[in-house]
């Protein structure tokens, strides 16, 4: 069972580094200097973008990110408005 969530972290850590490659962004492996498998604030800090957004994506509210929490707070998309037509 444990290996199955280990698999599991671990292809959610790989997802995310190639989804934010592209973009430009920093990936989880990148921020991750620890090498624990989890973000804190602190290595956060290394991207603006997951520090600003790093207590919403902290889903369980224990102060890091593991490759789920990272995972779901990149694929949020900017939520964009309609343009109005005149």
């Not at 430009?24 to 604030?41: K, M, P, V």
């Amino acid at each position: 069972m444990m290996k199955k969530y280990t698999l599991t972290a671990l292809s959610l850590m790989a997802a995310s580094g190639l989804a934010w490659a592209t973009g430009g962004a920093a990936s989880f492996q990148e921020l991750d200097s620890h090498r624990d498998g989890q973000i804190t604030l602190d290595e956060a800090k290394k991207s603006p973008e997951v520090k600003a957004k790093f207590t919403q994506a902290d889903a369980n509210k224990d102060g890091k990110l593991d490759a789920a929490e990272f995972s779901a707070l990149e694929v949020k998309p900017m939520e964009s408005s309609p343009k109005e037509i005149k």
